[in-house]
């Protein structure tokens, strides 16, 4: 076995284990806030809202820094940091007794929560640019099938054992994954190209902004959250008008699944595909395909009608966090191949802010059907820019930042 395909098995379980133990405390944060005191519904939702938060707000500021690091030092050792530092955060939440305390180690969880983030940037970069979409599409499915399998089993311990044990458990899950990574990892280091521009900080930022693709992919990025969580809080509820039955939450859990499984089932297929036919062509058909099955789930009028149009709108949005990473992989040079990840991954962090927020202020104007609506036309919108990106001049990225570099010394 090959030292790529090891590391590559071995973060796919790194991955499973990660996810499913993180997304394993996410039914219960507003219940574990209600055992701090005798706290009204609205306190115990407003803080439960800004719990759920606090991780991204911090992962967004952190995520170029530690892919410059890593730029520097190897992704392992951030893997590293990352996976223990989010099993020490974890394993104090269990033992919190106030909000206040819950929300700072929520932050903190943020600094140290880009595990999965980095273990994709460090799969692509040992991964060849022809096979990157496919690679990273079957990397996918480890994530995704620990957060289907994660919430069902975190309700299951936290009624089975408490709270408390639950976050220990938890906590004890993600070091296994970090010592897995500590002892089976083996990181090919990058040979650095002593010709190669060292670009500063502000010119890769630049750099990103003003390159139509590159800019283009980091909004498509945004948008996958925006649609993934912008309905999210409001599932159950918008569950609980289609069905009169008593176990509405059990339901919402399926429903919500239902994305997941068709995620699962297409990630890899939509990476291949990418790297037979390319990237920008798979994902416009992505984007067009996620309006397509987006916007029938505002106009049901039963939860299998829902259901279905959850599981083909989880097939077309599946493919697309493999793709976007692949086309950034392809075009971003070897020696901040990290650095720009991380902006990548910051714009992931920055659609899971922006779609609970977006979700809750159009419900509450229009209501819950128009959510699904508007979230369409913003993929609608992610197609039309990747249209006219791929309409003008191809710009080459090194060439485009070897520019912004020397135009920061005149």
Do not use: C
């Not at 919108?381 to 990747?386: E, P, V």
């Amino acid at each position: 076995m090959t030292i790529q395909k090891r590391n590559f098995i071995i973060i796919w379980f790194a991955n499973f284990l990660v996810a499913g133990t993180m997304t394993m405390i996410m039914p219960f944060l507003s219940l574990y806030i209600d055992t701090f005191g005798d706290h009204s519904d609205a306190y115990v939702q407003k803080w439960a809202g800004l719990i759920f938060g606090a991780t991204f707000i911090t992962a967004l500021i952190m995520s170029p820094i530690w892919g410059r690091v890593a730029d520097k030092y190897g992704f392992k050792p951030i893997l590293l940091i990352n996976g223990f530092g989010i099993a020490t955060s974890v394993f104090l939440m269990g033992f919190v007794d106030s909000v206040e305390t819950f929300f700072l180690l929520r932050l903190f969880n943020g600094v140290v929560t880009g595990f999965i983030p980095t273990s994709l940037a460090f799969v692509s970069s040992q991964t060849a640019r022809e096979e990157a979409g496919k690679k990273l599409g079957t990397l996918q499915m480890g994530s995704v099938t620990g957060t289907l399998f994660g919430p069902v089993l975190g309700g299951l311990m936290a009624d089975a054992f408490g709270f408390q044990y639950t976050f220990v458990i938890t906590s004890i899950s993600v070091v296994i994954a970090a010592l897995i990574v500590l002892f089976g990892i083996k990181e090919q280091k990058k040979v650095k190209n002593e010709k190669a521009v060292q670009y500063s900080r502000k010119t890769i930022l630049s750099g990103l902004l003003h390159h139509r693709l590159m800019l283009n992919i980091m909004i498509v990025t945004a948008l996958i959250q925006i649609g993934n969580f912008s309905i999210q809080p409001l599932l159950s509820l918008y569950v609980a008008e289609l069905t009169d039955a008593k176990d509405v939450a059990f339901l919402a859990g399926i429903t919500f699944s239902a994305a997941g499984v068709g995620n699962l089932l297409f990630a890899r297929k939509w990476g291949k595909m990418g790297d037979d036919i390319g990237y920008e062509k798979v994902l416009g058909a992505l984007l067009l395909l996620s309006f397509l099955f987006i916007v029938p789930q505002a106009f049901v009028s039963s939860i299998w009608q829902l259901m279905f149009w959850r599981l083909l709108f989880g097939i077309a949005i599946g493919g697309m966090i493999p793709i976007t990473t692949a086309l950034v992989r392809r075009e971003a040079p070897l020696d901040i191949q990290g650095e720009v990840m991380g902006y990548n991954t910051s714009f992931r962090f920055l659609g899971n802010i922006i779609g609970p927020m977006f979700g809750g202020i159009i419900s509450g104007f229009i209501g819950i059907s128009a959510v699904f609506i508007l979230t369409g036309v913003l993929f609608l919108l992610g197609f039309a820019f990747l249209y006219y990106a791929t309409r003008k001049p191809v710009q080459d990225f090194e060439d485009f930042l070897a520019e912004e570099e020397e135009k920061s010394h005149i």
